[in-house]
Every structure is written in C-alpha cells, then in structure tokens.
C-alpha cells in the first residue's frame, strides 16, 4: 500500500486566514466568539448568548454563497501552502454537514410569501456538493469528486476518505477537508441547536470542554479548512513541504440517539484499533462541551490509556478555542493535529474544574509528537479517526 502525506493546510475560521495565523491563534488560545446580534432575538430569546462569527471578505463575491466562497479560499489558501499552482491530475473530496443555506433561505421566503429576491440560482448555488464542482472548475481538478456527509464527523471522514483513494493507487492527488456555512440573517439555524439544548449557555460563552461546568457547544456559524494530500513519492519528488504522514483511518456507525453518543463503548473503542501497539503522544479529542458527550469521550480515553496501565497523550480540544464548526470541524481538527506535529507544539485547552482522569492542560506547550490522533463523534452515530505520524525523509 502507498503512503499518503499532508502538503497543504488551509484553514479559514472567523478572522483566521492560512495554517500560520490559524496555528498561532490556536496556541495562544485566542477565542473568536462574539455576541449574537439583537435581530436574531425578534421572535425567540436565545439561552446559549455568544456564537463565533462567519468569515468576512474583503471583496466578496455576490454571485455566490458565502458557503462556496468560504470553500474555495480555502482551496486558494491549501494549494498556496503546497506550492501547486491547480488541481490537475487530482481530485476533491470535502465533507459537509448542512450545507449552503444563505442562499436557499431568502429564496425560499421570497417564494413562499412574495417577500425579497427569489436567486434564480438557487439550486446550484445550495447543492451540498457545490464546494467541489466550484473548487474543480476554478482550479481544474479532472479526477474523482465527491461530498461525504456525515454530521460533525464531516471533515474527518472526508480526509479519510482521500487517504484511502491515494492509499489504494486510485488517486496521487487530492484536496479534502470540510466546510460549513450556516450564516442567515435572523438566526434560524442556530436556533435549531439551541432548541435542542446543546449550545453552551455560559455566561462569557465558553464552552470549556471537559469542565465539571461544561454546558454545551459554541456554535460556529461558518468555517472551513482544506488540506493537500499527496502520495508520498509525488510529493518527494517535487520537494513538497511535508506536515506529517497519515497512516490509517477507522469509521463506525455508533450511535445512543440522533444526537447522542451511546453508553456501550464498544463499537467507538473498535475504531482505535488502527492504533493498537502504537504510543499516541498527541490527542486532538472531539471535545464538544455538551455534558453527555464529554463523560463519554472521556470514558473512552480511559478505556484506552489508565485501564491499559498506559499514560495519557497529551489532549487538545480545539472546538473549546474556536468553537464548533459542523462538518468543518474534523477538518480544521486534522489540521491542528498535523501542524502539532510539524510544529513540535500543542494547544492547550480553555477549561475550568476539569473532569477528572482526563488530561487536559491548560497552558500550550513545547511536544515531540511522534504518533497521535483525531477523532470525530456526529450526530446520528456517525464517528470516525484518523492515525498521523511523524513524517521521516
């Protein structure tokens, strides 16, 4: 089997351009949230009060939705980083958890009760698998192209989906990660999660994953990160920076309810398989802050690591910085995990009365990380995990 390498890192969440100003934000642990607008509160009192912004756009581009041009910066950013000049040869593979609904929403309302502008390109600019068709027009991707829904485990699930592709000689080549957008202009869609009871209800709207005091997510109303894998050889060949190495990829469907993990640990500890025999240094856990998912996942790392007599690595939560993106996050995950490794650096967590048997630190710190992992728990029961390692010439 071939190997499978990461060469570009594109992330874009809130004000946060590129791996460097990402990376950097994450380290000093500089939160992004801020207030929802009074105009989101005209016909419903919100119980979770912060959230963290969509991106902004010097120049926008207002043919299209801020969903696609949220995907196609970070096209843009990923093939930069990789010193590519287009996508020739390769393919596209981003997961999604809802898609683009700025533009589906005001259409919708314009039709239904004769109020605003009906977008006469409603469906091309709201199709879940939009993001790639525009990444592969604008940047000329001529191979296999895809959009993997999986809930939160979106963009996880889509990278380890074009591993397996270059892994298995179908592809040398392909740009993957997540994206999500769920910008409308009176807050419906963020709506919908507080309704469900699973936005942190903070009072400064931290979420602090794996505190005693956790209470639920921050939602994160756009984002997305794109990442460049390449065959190993390819990428030798042509000197390519080299961020670390996956080696393997795991995905189960478990699930306690649509929206909750379940009490039996089983089929979730299956997925660790992939990394049995291996010291894991490094843990960029999925880290919500919803009471039921943490204790679960934190269940889960002590199933792995204490009753196995091992240590534990060294665990991020990187939504508890940035929030939590959807099907965007796993991706902007991967990413963090990748350049910890690259960096010899890791995160530390925004928490307060942590849980306790789970290690968590607060301040961010200097890591040799030879192996380490990221996982991603969604909605529906669909989980997945990703193996990096430390690349080596």
């Known amino acids: 089997m071939r190997r499978v390498v990461i060469t570009g890192i594109g992330p874009l969440c809130a004000g946060k351009r590129g791996a460097a100003d990402f990376f950097r934000a994450l380290l000093e642990k500089e939160t992004l949230l801020e207030p929802i607008p009074p105009e989101y509160e005209r016909h419903y009192r919100f119980k979770s009060r912060f ?38 040869g390769g393919g596209v593979v981003l997961g999604v958890g809802m898609g683009g609904l700025n533009a589906a929403l005001p259409s919708y309302v314009a039709h239904a009760r004769g109020e605003g502008r ?7 600019l709201s199709m879940p698998n939009s993001p790639v068709a525009w990444i592969g027009i604008r940047h000329g991707a001529d191979r296999e192209g895809f959009t993997v829904n999986a809930a939160c485990a979106s963009g996880t699930v889509a990278v380890g989906e074009a591993f397996r592709k270059i892994r298995d000689g179908q592809l040398d080549l392909a740009l993957s990660g997540g994206v999500e957008c769920l910008l ?11 309704a469900l009871q699973v936005l942190t209800q903070s009072a400064d709207g931290l979420p602090r994953p794996f505190s005693q005091t956790r209470s639920g997510f921050l939602f994160n109303m756009g984002a997305g990160c794109a990442l460049m894998l390449e065959e190993r050889g390819r990428a030798l060949r042509r000197g390519a920076r080299i961020y670390a190495e996956i080696l393997d990829y795991a995905a189960r469907t478990a699930s306690g309810g649509i929206v909750a993990l379940p ?52 665990i991020s939560a990187t939504k508890g910085i940035i929030g939590h993106s959807l099907g965007a996050s796993g991706a902007l995950e991967a990413a963090a995990t990748a350049l910890s490794i690259y960096h010899g650096q890791a995160h530390g967590n925004l928490t307060n009365t942590p849980m306790e048997g789970i290690h968590c630190p607060p301040d961010s ?27 080596r010439a």
């Open 51 to 88: 959230f963290v912004p969509a991106p902004e756009f010097a120049e926008p581009d207002r043919s299209l939705d801020v969903f696609l041009q949220i995907a196609l910066e970070c096209a843009a950013l990923a093939l930069d980083d990789a010193g590519l000049e287009d996508l020739r």
């Open 118 to 124: 009906f977008n006469r390109l409603v469906i091309p």
């Open 184 to 194: 409308d202009p009176c807050g419906a869609m963020m709506r919908g999660f507080d």
């Open 263 to 314: 009490e039996d640990l089983t089929p979730l500890l299956a997925m660790f398989r992939i990394a049995q025999g291996i010291r894991i240094d490094y843990f960029n856990a999925h880290g919500a802050g919803t009471e039921q998912s943490d204790r679960v996942e934190r269940d889960i790392i002590r199933r792995i690591w204490d009753e196995q007599g091992k240590r534990q690595p060294y």
């Open 365 to 391: 710190a200097d890591l040799a990380i030879e192996h380490a992992l990221s996982v991603s728990y969604g909605f529906g029961g669909h989980n997945a995990l990703l193996l990096f390692k430390r690349h």
